[in-house]
Structures are given as structure tokens and as C-alpha cells.
């Protein structure tokens, strides 16, 4: 019990750490982009480009986090890719 209250403070403290870190990191890319590009372009459809960085980002964090099921791990240690994923698909 111990360990979890001395270290709650620090661990609750992730989400503000967080906050304050993503929001370097927006500002940041923005004023880059918008320096990079100029005014005019970056108002005109650059500033869309964090916004597709961060769908990029998202779809890799949580593609690390999917576990592979144990036939396709199978198949690509036998090196039989195509056929594994015909497998995980078919309904028979």
C-alpha cells in the first residue's frame, strides 16, 4: 500500500504533464509549418498537415498495442503470410 500512495502524486500528475507537452508540441509544428510555407499557404490548406500527422500518430500507437492472434504468428514464423490471412478472415 505504500508504494501506491507514495507514488500517486507523480503518477496523477501524468495527465498535466501531458496536457502541457502536447501543447508545446502543437504550437510548435504550427509555428514551423507557418513559418516554413508563409502566411498565405499555411491559411490556405497547410494548416491541415498536424491534424494528418496526428491521425498518422494515433493509427501507429495503436497499432503497436494490438496483439497478433496465434495463427498469424504461426504463419509468419513458417514465413506462409498470405495464407495465414486467408485463414483469420475466412469464416470456415
Given at each position: 500500500?505504500?508504494?501506491?500512495?507514495?507514488?500517486?502524486?507523480?503518477?496523477?500528475?501524468?495527465?498535466?504533464?501531458?496536457?502541457?507537452?502536447?501543447?508545446?508540441?502543437?504550437t510548435?509544428?504550427?509555428?514551423?509549418?507557418?513559418?516554413?510555407?508563409?502566411?498565405?499557404?499555411?491559411?490556405?490548406?497547410d494548416?491541415?498537415?498536424?491534424?494528418?500527422?496526428?491521425?498518422?500518430?494515433?493509427?501507429?500507437?495503436?497499432?503497436?498495442?494490438?496483439?497478433?492472434?496465434?495463427?498469424?504468428?504461426e504463419?509468419?514464423?513458417?514465413?506462409?503470410?498470405?495464407?495465414?490471412?486467408?485463414?483469420?478472415?475466412?469464416?470456415?
Amino acid at each position: 500500500m505504500n508504494g501506491i500512495v507514495r507514488w500517486s502524486s507523480i503518477r496523477s500528475s501524468g495527465t498535466h504533464v501531458g496536457y502541457a507537452v502536447g501543447l508545446i508540441l502543437a504550437t510548435g509544428s504550427v509555428s514551423l509549418l507557418s513559418y516554413w510555407l508563409g502566411d498565405a499557404d499555411f491559411t490556405a490548406w497547410d494548416w491541415r498537415l498536424p491534424f494528418l500527422f496526428n491521425v498518422v500518430l494515433v493509427a501507429l500507437m495503436i497499432r503497436s498495442s494490438l496483439v497478433e492472434s496465434p495463427e498469424f504468428v504461426e504463419a509468419v514464423e513458417r514465413d506462409d503470410r498470405g495464407f495465414a490471412m486467408i485463414r483469420c478472415f475466412s469464416p470456415w
